[in-house]
């Protein structure tokens, strides 16, 4: 069994569904543009940065495993090298089929991801947002990105920049079960952190038709990421609540955000369709 809490279980897992698709004799771009979820070749960009991601997995799992040296590390990576070459032929992904791509993964290599995989969610399990909370803020902020877009109250360069902060959260989210908790963490961190080192975008939010729905959904984000990272507390009876510069982008705005939210409203565009705003934007 594989743990989604850890690179090397999120790696395992995206491996069995490369292997499990039906037509293993087709182009291998065409095979992990399905695995992603993109459209080859219009996707190509957004394949290599997954690729990317992937080996940037495989590397975190062996650096992280040798790290517990009382856990016997050599045993564990001892077939590991066969997972680092698979994912190595992405330097050659148009050029290959899916089979030949996989074929450096033998059931040994397999088996090892999952041992490092069950050692890391022993020992050092990251925060896991779960697939209702990750589509529901998917969806939420699918919805707000086209209600920034559609506004006549905000200038060109504060719509843009809203719009390409929301554009990254958004991919973050769809690619979750990739990035994890802190992929998404790390888009927050850049749509808060921004919005607090540039409070003219603030101020001109804040007299802006989308206030109130841009930081009701930033505060959805927040307390999605707190509550996974500390879920003991929840567990405890602790209630929820928004980090402190969240409640300060609150009090700029004059925004009095009452939880728990109604869930999203469907997009108009599936999340899982891939969207380009920074265009639209100006």
Request: net charge negative.
């Amino acid at each position: 069994m594989t743990h989604s809490d850890n690179p090397a279980g999120r790696l395992a897992q995206v491996l069995e569904r490369a292997r499990a698709l039906p037509r293993q004799d087709e182009s291998a771009a065409k095979g992990w543009s399905e695995v992603f979820g993109l459209e080859y070749p219009k996707d190509f960009g957004d394949l290599l940065t997954h690729g990317a991601e992937l080996v940037a997995l495989a590397s975190a799992t062996r650096r992280r495993v040798e790290a517990f040296e009382d856990e016997d590390p050599e045993v564990l990576l001892e077939h590991f090298d066969e997972v680092e070459r698979t994912l190595s032929n992405f330097q050659a992904v148009v050029s290959m089929a899916m089979q030949q791509f996989l074929d450096p993964l033998k059931p040994t290599g397999a088996h090892s991801l999952k041992l490092c995989s069950s050692l890391l969610h022993r020992r050092s399990p990251e925060p896991v947002l779960s697939e209702e909370v990750a589509a529901d803020l998917l969806a939420r902020v699918h919805v707000l990105i086209s209600e920034v877009l559609a506004v006549d109250d905000l200038d060109r360069e504060t719509k843009a920049w809203i719009v390409e902060r929301l554009s990254e959260v958004e991919r973050a989210l769809r690619d979750v079960e990739i990035r994890g908790h802190r992929g998404v963490e790390e888009s927050v961190d850049r749509l808060v952190g921004g919005l607090r080192r540039k409070p003219h975008l603030l101020q001109r939010l804040s007299g802006s038709k989308v206030a109130t729905a841009v930081v009701a959904t930033l505060t959805a984000l927040d307390i999605a990421l707190n509550s996974a990272a500390n879920l003991h507390e929840l567990m405890e009876g602790k209630s929820a609540a928004p980090s402190p510069v969240v409640v300060e982008i609150q009090q700029e705005t004059h925004v009095d955000v009452e939880f728990p939210l109604a869930p999203a409203l469907p997009p108009a565009t599936a999340p899982g369709e891939a969207t380009t705003h920074s265009d639209e934007a100006g």
